[in-house]
């Protein structure tokens, strides 16, 4: 009997199996990368001379006394807004080669090194403010190129060790958000690129993964179908959603600390506190999300593509009315508080639709596709950023309400146009008996 016909073991292992220490193992390294990349959101608040985009003078006592402790730098909001996007620079110029050599060079080293990178480069961006806002820019972009290595390349690792019916919750586990430097020792240490090469693996939960693979995983990679995939529809949905996703969750992390200093007027203290509840929120929504699509497609509930445009359109428009919603309840500080994180959390619900798409459509290139869509993002998130420090600068009053009413007619837009051609089924491009070129 051939492998095709062969039915996974009855009996592999669950939670406590390898592939779920491999998510986890993925996930730290992603709250690393996340903390290593919004970090300077929240200390922002406290290195420039006003980061309130109405302009209003400190003139306390106590904020005068801080600003005596802490170092101030003169950095409009335009010049905040350059640096918060600057790992977007780094990031859009490697999504590309990432995507390509991802399935061709081993996803370990890659992961590995750049994790490295990543962490030294965070140490060296104190003394380089110190020296001036050029080199923060440049070492920030450096540490994108970086961690969009890390944050690309890892989707590759799904191709090998996510059965079909776990992708959903595998991928939510790993990316709902000096550590580092040690994290990427027990990355080379724990980490294999196939199962087959793991030595630590049990038999059982080799054959699960191999057998469950075997219709989708070919040996040898084919030449990548530019043109095939440029005409696809169902791949355009995944870029322009990509955009419409990056831009929301880059205003939601990046701004969130200034959007409560301005609002709130709390303490460093207070400020950090409150801007990570929705990270700690968003992390709980992506677990359940992976558990639920994968419980929907398991008991035949919905269909695949019914799945991913439910949470598509879940992580598109909640976040879109919670955020439309933020200026209009300055008066109520648990009302912000509250909608500020269903606002942020409520994003994860795209772990279950458009994040994990191109895995149904084009599993054989989905390291190239995951790049794509995620060069797309970056863009959307780099225009974002910047537009927004604008926005604070020239319009004061008004401008938290202009930022969150464009993120959502881009979210709108990107929704519906995703819910219109989407598809979850394997693509004839995409299939192995096609040998398209170039």
Partial sequence: MQMDNQLPPKKVPGFCSFRYGLSFLVHCCNVITAAQRTCLNLTMVVMVNSTDPHGLLNTSTKKLLDNIKNPVY??????????????????????????????IYSTKKMIGFALCLSSVLSLLIPPAAGIGVAWVIVCRAVQGVAQGIVGTAQFEIYVKWAPPLERGRLTSISTSGACGCALCLLWFILFYDDPKDH??????????ITSS????????????????????LPVWAIFIGAFAFFWSHIITALYTPLFINSTLHVNIKENGFLSSLPYLFGWICGILVGQLSDFFLTRNILSVIAVRKLFTAAGFLLPAIFAVCLPYLSSSFYGIVIFLILAGATGSFCLGGILINGLDIAPRYFGFIKACSTLSGMLGGLIASTLTGLILRQDPESAWFKTFVLMAAINVTGLIFYLIVAKAEIQDWAKERQHTRL
Avoid: H
Wanted: glycine share 6%; charged share 10%.
């Fill in 74 to 103: 003169n950095w409009s909001p335009d010049i905040q807004g350059l640096i918060l996007s600057s790992t977007f620079y780094g990031s859009i110029i490697i999504q590309v080669p990432v995507g390509y050599f991802s399935g």
């Fill in 199 to 208: 030595p630590c693996i049990s038999i059982s939960e080799k054959e699960y």
């Fill in 213 to 232: 693979l075997v219709q989708q995983v070919c040996s040898s990679r084919q030449s990548l179908p530019i043109k095939a995939m440029l005409k696809s």
